[in-house]
């Protein structure tokens, strides 16, 4: 007998698996997952029921990982790596023990028409779900799916038969006390990177991220915390100045975001390397720039005045946590950052 409580007895689930003396197998069927369960053996006879030791354990789920096959790959995706209509190559969906059959994840697709198919294995050897003829429904049969050029969230319903999917095209945003909570400051996707990016000033105060500038798809998160969460806490600013937002759909079920002020440190700056001269975001160019006077030494570059989070090394090819950036000789400097495609510039005047 078992059941989700202890000390389950035979009043509740049990199974009959025989009778006399020797040993006996069970099969419990119909638990659900991610689910404590109880079990004691038992038997009876003329004379009543005797029960056995209790044994627990936890029941677990099938994680489901889909990947997102199609023409649209090499377009949307340039420099990854990844290849169209390869299924181990592709833009994946899962979902996770909490939720198992709901299936979920961002693909962008650049083409004006992306022709694709879900399919469940790293392989074609299927299931391969298309289109049915009932719009939201797929069919392990059908021809593939198309979608126009576009941001997608997308969801599956694997706990249903046929399985149903929504694919809701998004324009990321941040909206708050800056905004009024009205009308969203926009950011841009950047399909380099896979991420959507813009420098905003922000004023102190609460904002969070919203899609199509309406309330069914915003993210927050907890204090101190990277991490978005669907519907989430606002999200705090503490100092106002020009900020780097970056928001990383990128990772199914792992969503995260920065906001970075950005600043020069090091021996060649006016502050050594004890205080930061701070950029600001010229939108016309899309980087952070500051025009100063340097000496011969070093600089890098680095976040809310804080090392968690710096760039250096090759300006072309700056990474986080990396080398010092030699000043050659003294004069006044314009430099600019790119801190998405980590790229800088340094020039004379």
């Known amino acids: 007998c078992y059941g989700t409580s202890p000390n389950p007895t035979i009043s509740g689930n049990k199974t009959t698996d025989g009778d006399g003396l020797g040993a006996f197998v069970s099969s419990l069927t119909g638990l659900k997952g991610l689910t404590t369960y109880y079990v004691r053996a038992y038997a009876t006879n003329s004379a009543g029921t005797a ?19 199609g023409d649209y790959v090499e377009a949307s995706y340039p420099g990854s790596g990844l290849a169209n209509w390869s299924p181990e190559n592709s833009p994946m969906v899962k979902s996770n023990e909490a939720d198992p059959n709901n299936v979920e994840g961002y693909i962008y697709m650049a083409n004006a028409s992306n022709w694709f198919k879900f399919a469940s294995q790293p392989n074609w050897d299927g299931p391969n779900y298309g289109v049915d003829p009932t719009p939201g429904v797929l069919n392990p049969a059908g021809d593939n799916l198309n979608l126009p050029a576009g941001y997608y969230k997308i969801n599956i319903n694997a706990g249903v038969d046929p399985m149903t999917y929504t694919a809701v095209a998004m324009n990321w945003g941040i909206v708050g006390g800056l905004t009024g909570w009205s009308s969203q400051l926009p950011l841009t996707y950047d399909p380099a990177v896979r991420v959507w990016k813009g420098g905003i000033h922000l004023t102190a105060g609460p904002w969070k991220f919203r899609a199509n500038d309406n309330w069914d798809y915003n993210y927050g998160a907890p204090a101190g915390s990277l991490n978005l969460v669907a519907g989430g806490d606002n999200i705090e600013t503490t100092v106002e100045d020009d900020y780097a937002i970056t928001l990383d759909l990128s990772t199914p079920l792992t969503y995260t975001y920065r906001a970075d002020r950005w600043g020069i440190i090091g021996s060649a700056t006016p502050g050594q390397w004890n205080d930061d001269t701070n950029m600001t975001w010229d939108a016309v160019n899309g980087v952070f720039t500051a025009t100063m006077d340097l000496t011969a030494g070093l600089i890098k570059f680095r976040a809310n005045d804080d090392w968690g989070y710096n760039f250096g090394g090759d300006l072309a090819a700056l990474t986080v946590g990396g080398g010092d950036i030699p000043i050659a000789e003294a004069g006044n400097y314009t430099i600019t950052l790119d801190p998405w495609a980590q790229v800088a510039t340094v020039t004379k005047n």
Do not use: A, H, K
């Open 51 to 69: 029960y056995g030791n209790e044994i627990t354990f936890t029941t677990l789920v099938s994680v489901r990982e889909w990947y997102v096959p």
